[in-house]
């Protein structure tokens, strides 16, 4: 079945470049998702990607997507403390008609 | 301003007193759907509505009731909750399924607590 698979932390120290990684299990995912969700607020949708594309940059946000291996990256450049959120990747599988997320990696900026 | 509300937000009930999460959105959007949070199992969908008296199951209905008479409205309903129903619970819309680049809005979150 569909998976989609995330570590559940990730500390970085402030101005440095997060990087967190996902990976997923259904190739038919035809566009893949990263929300972010602030304390006590819902889940935004900060970017997204279509599967016939291998990266895409957006200020400070740069989506890797290697579907050889069905690997996900998003690396946030100068990290602030504003970045400090869990970050939930997600995938739209056509064959199931629906959104399938991972587990969430909270994010978590050191001085 | 575009959005979508839950109500309430916060509840803490007893086991077997039924309730009722309301869900409204502003948006006109066919799509609606319901998540619980769980602590290292992500967003979890429950049930959805493709449209006005269309709902489906998802992942886990189990305990849960839904309606879609109007299509701004979606409760969640928990005719005898339990414990293990404990969770944060997220509405969602879309103007789609969710698929493609439509972005789905989130509520802010109903905490549940079930004694």
């Known amino acids: 079945g569909e998976d989609v698979e995330q570590s559940l932390f990730l500390s970085v120290r402030e101005g440095d470049s997060s990087v967190i990684n996902c990976t997923y299990t259904?190739?038919?995912?035809?566009?893949l998702y990263w929300y972010k969700q602030e304390p006590g607020a819902g889940l935004q949708l900060l970017t997204y990607i279509f599967s016939n594309m291998d990266m895409k940059q957006d200020q400070r946000l740069t989506v890797l997507l290697n579907k050889k291996d069905k690997h996900l990256s998003l690396r946030i450049a100068d990290t602030q403390t504003g970045d400090s959120a869990i970050y939930f990747c997600a995938g739209w599988y056509s064959s199931a008609s629906k959104i399938i997320f991972g587990s969430g990696t909270r994010l978590s900026i050191r001085p | 301003e575009a959005q979508v509300t839950q109500n309430p937000r916060y509840l803490i009930t007893v086991t077997g007193k039924k309730l009722t999460v309301t869900c409204s959105q502003n948006m006109n959007h066919e799509y609606m759907s319901w998540y619980r949070q769980d602590p290292g199992l992500g967003l979890r969908q429950i049930y959805y509505?493709?449209?006005?008296?269309?709902?489906d199951k998802g992942d886990v209905p189990e305990g849960y009731k839904v309606s879609r008479k109007e299509k701004r409205n979606f409760p969640l309903i928990l005719e005898s909750p339990s414990p293990n129903q404990t969770s944060l619970y997220f509405c969602?819309?879309?103007?789609?399924?969710?698929?493609?680049?439509?972005?789905?809005?989130f509520g802010p979150g109903t905490r549940l607590t079930v004694l």
């Open positions: 969602a819309s879309s103007s789609t399924s969710g698929g493609g680049r439509n972005e789905q809005f």
């Open positions: 509505s493709m449209n006005v008296e269309v709902t």
């Open positions: 259904d190739s038919s995912s035809t566009y």
